[in-house]
């Protein structure tokens, strides 16, 4: 369970960066920015590729503050079929929320992380990247699953 944890925060912590310090790449049918709202909406088969991890979704929304697109305030990918993608590491969900300032990333609706060593389902997983802790939560009665294979 450690190493999946890990494994996730290496790649939500690629993340956190991403549309800020490194070559970020990203592709979508249509890309409307709006300077007075400081945000920029990319829709319909959104492709972010970072060297360290690969988003997917219909829709991505970043926000950003005075710095301009060098200060993002937060980044909002939804559309019901969201994906992050590392070397090691796969998550889907239904909306992702990363916000710099309390390093926290959110994934809800029909999580999914899975990697070499198991799978984790649950409705939400937040990690918050100032603390390296990651927590997986269910809800409607529901449960945190897991399958995981021994080493």
Not at 37 to 57: K, L, N, Q, S
Not at 60 to 83: H, L, M, P, Q, S
Not at 116 to 134: D, I
């Amino acid at each position: 369970m450690n190493r999946a944890i890990v494994a996730i925060l290496l790649m939500l912590v690629a993340m956190a960066p991403a549309l800020a310090q490194n070559r970020v790449e990203i592709t979508a049918d249509q890309t409307v920015m709006n300077d007075s709202a400081r945000e920029v909406t990319f829709t319909g088969d959104v492709i972010v590729v970072h060297p360290t991890v690969t988003v997917w979704a219909p829709k991505v929304v970043a926000t950003y503050g005075e710095g301009g697109t060098t200060d993002i305030r937060t980044f909002v990918a939804t559309g019901g079929n969201v994906r992050l993608k590392t070397k090691d590491q796969d998550a889907t969900g239904e909306h992702a929320v990363y916000t710099p300032g309390d390093q926290l990333l959110r994934l809800t609706g029909n999580v999914t992380v899975t990697n070499a060593s198991g799978t984790v389902n649950a409705t939400e997983l937040v990690v918050n990247l100032a603390t390296n802790v990651s927590t997986f939560t269910s809800s409607g009665g529901g449960r945190v699953t897991g399958v995981f294979t021994s080493q």
